[in-house]
């Protein structure tokens, strides 16, 4: 038998499957979407088995044989092969990139490199010291100094240094204790030796517990016995005790419902409920654009439908877009559906994604509620598949496979039957635009779910405010509503928009900002540490004291960060209770939940926060939002920017007033008169489509043309600039004429890390051949540039071009 292999090994100018023979001990067990460990080149590296045939072209004397099978029960399912196989034409990626993308990191390969002992009488000193008596020693147990004397050992051939595929499968187990029959403890009490007392009390324990099974470290805990005494009896025969697996449980501790069970569904709701439902029942893979302002019952709407599916056997994926979404929603949907759900985020460990993972697998959840990659759960009989927020970028992957979690749940919605919703009170203006041409069905929730007002929008103009001397990042206005909440007792929110706000140091003398060493960008400001870091490249230096490059001591600190605004709000309200939530605050694993839990409960007069506190957020005791700087955005030179001002503004003021008590949103801007500002303080999503709508196509931008961003980069800038070109005139030469090709062009920032780099842009409106051209440009890179040291990389739909 002849397996087709996809190995791990992207630095192949081909990317297809290899042959391998199947040893007959294996041929009965393997299956496609099983992993293996077969040798490729000199190395052993980690494969999928896609395929199974009788006969290869390969001759048998050329067929390596599989060294060894990882999965008895395969790993991906036919669909997932299929999948991948899409992935590939589509985001342009190896094939192995879209596979691996599909599991847990657990999963994932990983490889080790080895020292093999042939001569073991040849070694001397520190290594033989290290060595020992052992064949095999994991290459890191040397110190970085012997690696010289390794290399030169295995030159002479006493060991040999090897790359292995490490199996982890990262099972956690856990001893069981079963206790055995009344008879056998009898007799065990008869020949107990009488000094035996601990066994004697320990058996005692036992006879109250005959034939049960419990894991043996409670059984140690309630009855005080060592695990010596356990032993003992074990070995009497007194009881067994066997390894079994058992989940990890992620931090549960379930959030409070706020606003208890809602009532009957709105008549909005029960329309889209009743459509989707119809779709559920006839198979239909129909795609809903579930468009509801925020706090109209949106998720509601999901989990009448996830009700449904559920009653008809199916099963149900949730998508929602990041950690910051997952403590209030997810314990929504625990508490709604019980021991069903499964949770799958960037905040779980490995091991906990991968017992999530293996509960999706074996069937034992019906719902998954997580992250992009939840996209890809193994749910064998799906019965919807749900975005929420389907307008949020982080549904965007950034390195390869590129692919856009909105495409891949539609893909497979095709392969089991089933409808999609997108909801969003702001949709992308993709997604409203196909809902207009009638590609997806649009659902519309036009009101609150318990017709509270939208909360009332005060925009403030920070130029008046300086020009009337006021010099705090806090207007006048906002101040004194923060003061009045804090009087009543209710709870604000502050949102900082840290992107394109960086806080960098200046000098007030040559204006000059201290720059990254490595990369074109000014390095920023950590509070914390005192230090300078690189978002770019993760380099880091003291603050100096003077400037490099005029030496004037009047260096400083500009800019706001958050940290930066709670200062300025301690010496404002001293009395105020501020939690601030941040990339610096929530590092820490299960932060993010405390921190909520934590403001919920009451504990905090302020939440300040960025980005990740503009969604999901929902408590009744929040009256008022602040924003402290609503246009930094638009600055950047990215075709999305307002629409992402306009969805981030919306999604900020939705936090306030969402239960009894009226809320009030300040939002501060330096551009008062920019549209984007202008319509998000009605929440007036058709109008802010309509006009830009009207400058996407003025501009020539999605979702009028399709785009496609290749990027370049080179440690030499002739060397990138020159290969951009050549790329260029290469695509130039096969396009459409209405194709249009903007560069190559230096990127946004021009140098990360050393490398330059360079990029061009295609747009399009119809080019059926252009996912052929560029995969034979990616045959050219692979081939040659990538030899000459250029990284270059292909985004079909880029979620920013800066
Ligand atoms: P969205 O997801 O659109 O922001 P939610 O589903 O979170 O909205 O609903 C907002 C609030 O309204 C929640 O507290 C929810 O419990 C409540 N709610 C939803 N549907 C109804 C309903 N039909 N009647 C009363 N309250 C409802
Ligand atoms: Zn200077
Ligand atoms: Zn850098």
Known sequence: MIAEIITDVSAHPVDRPFDYAVPEGMAKVIEPGARVRVPFGNRKVLGFVTGLKEESDVPDSRLKPIDELLDPEPVLTGEMLHLADWMKQTTLCFEIDALQAMLPSALRAKYEKTVHVLEPEKLTGEVADIVRNRRVVAVKEFNERLL????????????????AVRQRTNIKKEKVLHIGEADRLWEIRESLPKSANRQAELLEWMEAHIGQSLPSKDVMESTGTTRATVKALIERGAARETEEEVYRKPETGLMPE??????????????????????????????????????????????????????????????VPEISLTPQITSRFKRRFGPMVAVMHSGLSAGEKYDEWRKIQRGEVK???????????????????????????????EDSPRYHARDVAIRRSEEHGCPVILGSATPSLESYAR????????????????????????????????????????????????????????????FLNRRGYSSFVLCRDCGTSVQCPNCDISLTYHRATERLQCHYCGHEELVPHNCPECTSEHIRFFGTGTQKVQEELHRLFPEARVLRMDVDTTRQKGAHERLLRQFGDGGADILLGTQMIAKGLDFPNITLVGVLSADTMLRLSD??????????????????????????????????EHYAVELAKDQAYEPFYAIEMGNRKRYSYPPFYFVTLIQFSHEDLMKVSETAGNAVRYLSGKLGRDTVIIGPTSAEVARVNNRYRYQCLIKYKKEPKLAGVLTDLVKIYRSSWMKEGILMSIDMNPSTIS
């Open 148 to 163: 010289p004397a390794l290399k030169r050992l295995a030159a002479e051939g006493t060991v040999s240094i090897e790359t």
């Open 258 to 319: 706020s606003g208890g069970m809602p009532g009957p569904l709105t008549e909005e709701q029960a329309i889209a409920v009743g459509k989707i439902g119809e779709a559920v029942d006839d198979g239909r893979e129909e795609t809903f654009l579930l468009h509801g302002v925020t706090g109209s019952g949106k998720t509601e709407v999901y989990m009448q439908v996830i009700r449904h599916v559920l009653d008809l056997g199916k099963e149900a994926i949730v998508l």
């Open 367 to 397: 719902v998954v509620v997580g992250a992009r990659s939840a996209v890809f759960a193994p749910f064998r009989n799906l019965g919807v598949i749900i975005l929420d927020e389907e307008h949020e970028s982080s549904y965007k992957q």
């Open 639 to 672: 075709f999305r920017a307002a629409e992402k001002t306009f969805q981030l503004l919306t999604q900020v003021s939705g936090r306030a007033g969402r239960h009894e008590k009226e809320g009030e949103v300040i939002v501060q801007t330096y551009a008062p």
């Open 435 to 494: 809902a207009h041409k009638g590609v997806y069905s649009l659902l519309t929730l036009s009101e609150r779910a318990k017709k509270q007002p939208l909360p009332e929008v005060q925009v403030v103009d920070m130029r008046e405010e300086l020009k009337n001397g006021n010099r705090s990042m806090f207007s006048l206005a906002l101040a004194e509503a923060i003061r009045d909440r804090l009087e009543k007792g209710e709870q604000t929110v502050l």
